[in-house]
């Protein structure tokens, strides 16, 4: 395996094209408001990584809603990683006695994941959900319940459609993954 320049400038191979990515948000639409039922949500976008997912999914959603965005960015150079997270922006609004659904692009370990929900649930909202577009079942490493998920996938490293790799390829319409590169 070479890893070149002109591996960065290559399309990633799809892994989910961009239709299943729509059908699939009309399904967990749907659930959510099955299980809302007209009732005011509070809408945590979790930056950066989920905003096109978040506008893509809110869109569908019959409920009042509120729009809030949480930025988060994992700590760099520790070896071990302890979940913690740097909150590079906080919420504008009190959650308190809000139904809350946090929106995260990808579940990978479920520590950053766990995190927020930790950190959030100490805002005493009325209720607290997660949906995520993503989840890597084998590199779980903690317990972790999302209660709305978009589609199980392996190991491999995934971008586009908001979620990057060094920055790049958010912008891709689908889910992909690089073969060479990183
Ligand atoms: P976790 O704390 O290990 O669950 O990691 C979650 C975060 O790691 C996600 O919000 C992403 O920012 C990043 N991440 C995990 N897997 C991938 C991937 O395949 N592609 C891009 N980012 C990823
Ligand atoms: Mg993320």
């Known amino acids: 395996m070479h890893s070149s320049n002109e591996d960065k ?8 094209p961009e239709v299943k990515i729509q059908a699939r948000l009309n399904e967990l639409a749907q659930e959510i408001n099955h299980d809302y039922r007209g009732r005011e949500i509070t809408a945590v976008c979790i930056l950066k990584g989920s905003f ?28 071990v990683s302890s979940g913690e997270v740097k909150v590079t922006l906080d919420l504008n609004e009190p959650l308190e006695n809000k139904n809350v659904i946090v929106f995260e692009d990808i ?4 520590l950053t994941l766990s ?4 950190t959030l649930r100490a ?3 009325a209720s607290l959900k997660s949906c995520s577009l993503l989840l890597k079942p ?7 319940d999302v209660d709305y998920l978009g589609f199980k996938i392996g190991k491999e490293f995934v971008v586009g459609y908001g979620i990057d790799f060094a920055g790049k390829h958010r912008g891709l319409p689908y889910i992909g993954y690089i073969e060479h590169g990183h």
């Open 107 to 110: 579940v990978d370990s479920g």
């Open 115 to 118: 995190y927020i929900m930790n």
């Open 9 to 16: 400038h290559k399309a990633p191979k799809v892994l989910i």
């Open 123 to 125: 805002r005493r909202p």
């Open 52 to 79: 096109i997912f978040f506008s893509d999914i809110i869109r569908r959603l019959e409920s009042p809603l509120t729009c809030e965005f949480l930025g988060v960015s994992s700590y760099q150079n520790r070896t």
């Open 138 to 144: 084998e590199s779980l490493r903690t317990e972790i």
